[in-house]
């Protein structure tokens, strides 16, 4: 039963193994893009101007509001017909293809971005006024303000909030197989479909994406202990 | 922009409404009954009740709901023992697979929900109404019910519109629902934009009416008064 597993030519192991590689490579730039797109519009969420505060706020809603299978349809579609109207903005009139994989990155790290931004605007409010006050009092600005201060506070809060859209973010690549990319799923339906056992091969990605999730776990876990390092509790005083 | 293809695909993107809804509704209700059981198997204190129930929930949150329905659609059915089984008829169908894989993800995610809910009852009020004597099923229904469901309605309502996204993967086992004929119409016209904002528009219509029920609700219940109380 376990020989549909061999690795090399003769059984899907190492094509398995290489679909999780996938899932984690795809998983981890669309969180990275995620961050950074959280990190903008948190940005725009805590401005003063109501323009960007709107903005913001469209952009998390509908996101929020719609399922993921669209959004991915939406660039799958759309995103090459799009990269081509800017490139033609620029003088360049040659066809392109995005690939599955800057797709798929695009899509997932879209949807994550609004779940981060809630979780970086929410870290960057529960930072106390005074310590923003404090660092100008001793005459930091800047890097050594935001930085050195600021940052290393709102990493400790929006930790744990990250690990969930971590989470959210490697299930959500399951989708982006309806587009083409050899993820996991993608390659379990293939080797599903070529071996006629769908059973094996699917659980064998339910134990490849939980085995996934309890490794970032551990990884989080250790981070939140890295970034509390220092920190005392109220409660503990 | 094309409108006119916007306003002809509007009308047949709503014939998806129905199935979407009817989905979501059969398996939320289910989903409850599961998830309560689920929640007080996991509180229930025996480890033989909670461990069973703690896996199920872990299982469920962690691996993605397409390969949920995957498995409960092509991996099942793989066996002649279910082939041949009374459940058949129900597991052959894309429909039923579709609302059995979204009961059981509901059911793991809201009992998360619930057991927050239970737990979060203030042990004064068990003491209370031990002390008035009343039975241990009267002070669950009577006085930890009520207040678990204020406490789990704010989370409860995310989880709705949760399903109603979720809802669209069921189009991938072919069903045509918002999401199956939006990507029809995708496909016939390669007119993504157009038809995203249609399909889009819609689901945020649905959430939107949802987000206003839950906060009635909560009015009605005095979410407000209550929370501030505790």
């Known amino acids: 039963m376990f020989d549909v597993f061999a690795l090399g030519p003769t059984g899907w192991g190492d094509e398995m193994l290489m679909g999780a590689v996938m899932t984690v490579l795809v998983s981890s730039s669309s969180l990275l893009l995620g961050i950074t797109i959280g990190i903008i519009f948190a940005a725009c969420k805590l401005s003063n101007f109501f323009i960007l505060r709107a903005i913001a706020e469209v952009y998390t809603t509908i996101i929020r509001g719609i399922p993921e299978l669209l959004v991915i349809y939406l660039l799958f579609f759309g995103g090459s017909s799009a990269v081509m109207y800017l490139a033609k903005i620029f003088g360049y009139m040659g066809y392109i293809e995005l690939n599955a994989f800057t797709i798929g990155t695009i899509a997932v790290g879209a949807i994550s971005g609004a779940y981060s931004t809630e979780v970086i605007r929410g870290a960057v409010n529960s930072v106390p006024k005074g310590q923003f006050e404090v660092g100008k009092t001793l005459g930091l600005s800047g890097y050594s303000l935001y930085g050195k201060v600021i940052f290393p506070q709102v990493a400790r809060i929006a930790l744990p909030g990250i690990g969930n859209v971590w989470q959210i973010t490697l299930k959500d690549t399951a989708l982006i197989s309806v587009t083409g990319l050899v993820e996991i799923m993608r390659q379990s339906r293939i080797a599903a479909g070529s071996t006629h056992e769908p059973f094996i091969f699917y659980t064998a990605a339910i134990i490849l994406y939980l085995l996934i999730t309890r490794l970032s776990n551990i990884f989080f876990d250790i981070a939140e202990k890295k970034y509390s390092k220092g920190y005392v509790s109220k409660e503990a005083i | ?230």
């Open chain 2, 1 to 230: 922009m094309r409108f006119d293809l916007m306003y002809e695909s509007f009308f047949k993107i709503v014939e998806g409404i129905p199935l979407t809804l009817q989905v979501v509704s059969i398996s939320t209700i289910l989903g409850i009954f599961l998830a309560v059981a689920v929640a007080l198997m996991r509180i229930s204190g025996s480890k033989f009740m909670s461990l069973p129930a703690y896996y199920f929930v872990y299982l469920i949150r962690g691996t993605p709901l397409l390969l949920q329905l995957y498995f409960v659609y092509y991996g099942l059915s793989q066996f002649e023992f279910i082939r041949e089984s009374i459940l058949w008829p129900l597991l052959k169908e894309p429909y039923w697979c579709g609302i059995i894989t979204l009961t059981i993800s509901t059911g793991a995610y809201s009992s998360e929900i619930i057991r927050g809910g239970i737990l979060s009852v203030s042990k004064n009020y068990i003491e209370a109404s031990d002390a008035l004597g009343l039975s241990q099923v009267k002070t669950f229904m009577l006085v930890t019910l009520p207040i678990t469901v204020r406490q789990a309605l704010p989370a409860y309502g995310n989880e709705l519109i949760l399903m109603v996204k979720a809802s669209s993967l069921i189009s991938i086992v072919t069903l045509m629902e918002i999401t199956g004929i939006a990507r029809t119409i995708i496909s016939k016209t390669y007119a993504p934009v157009e038809i995203f904002l249609v399909a889009g528009s819609i689901y945020l219509a649905i959430n939107f009416i949802i987000v206003i029920f839950v906060n009635l609700a909560e009015r009605r219940l005095g979410i407000e008064k209550a929370t501030q109380g505790l």
